[in-house]
């Protein structure tokens, strides 16, 4: 078990940043501009706080593909509301037990914690790019991020969630890393 809490608070935080001029700007996600990724992040909230509470349905069992998300009127308020909700979930011991269900996947409760986490760091940072802000994630959040993202001797080419790892130099901060793993590339140019 880790604690979701700090990063979900960094991403919180990243919404004071996010002029309503911005809503339409690009992020690192191709298809995605602020609104979407905003919408996105609302989604996943709700998606994964479910899935800690095992409360299966429409938020656990729908896919993420398809439409574009949609960002509601009240995002300001509801979406720190809910990312407190998601950390809050994933704070409960038996989150982590058995399995469980998001995006309409089935997978162990342990691995959808650690997804869960991947989502909020590398969307907080996608949101940071995107809206001209800087993005510090722990340490531990960004260990567990690697761990689950690194490829294995088993599947050395493996596609990170976002596309194939770009390369990245060893020597680079592990944030740059981790980013590069998940197939976004770290120098992506920002507001």
């Not at 989604?43 to 949609?70: C, I, Q, V, Y």
């Not at 997804?115 to 809206?131: M, Y």
């Not at 390369?167 to 120098?187: M, N, T």
């Amino acid at each position: 078990m880790f604690d979701l809490g700090p990063t979900a608070r960094r991403v919180a935080a990243l919404l004071d940043g996010v002029g309503d001029d911005r809503l339409d700007a690009p992020t690192p996600c191709p298809d995605y501009a602020v609104r979407h990724l905003l919408g996105h992040l609302a989604g996943l909230a709700l998606a994964f706080r479910d899935a800690a509470r095992k409360d299966f349905g429409p938020t656990t069992d729908t896919s993420p593909e398809g439409a574009l998300p949609t960002l509601d009127g009240d995002w300001r308020t509801a979406l720190p509301r809910r990312l407190d909700e998601l950390a809050a979930a994933w704070r409960a011991p038996e989150a982590w037990e058995g399995t469980t269900r998001a995006g309409g996947v089935t997978l162990p409760g342990e691995v959808a914690g650690m997804v869960a986490l991947d989502e909020l760091l590398l969307h907080g940072w996608d949101l940071a790019r995107a809206s001209g802000q800087e993005y510090a994630a722990d340490e531990e959040a960004l260990r567990v991020c690697e761990a689950l993202l690194a490829p294995t001797a088993d599947s050395p080419d493996e596609r990170g969630p976002f596309g194939p790892p770009v390369k990245v130099s060893d020597g680079a901060p592990l944030l740059d890393r981790v980013v590069g793993l998940s197939g976004r590339r770290p120098d992506w140019p920002g507001a």
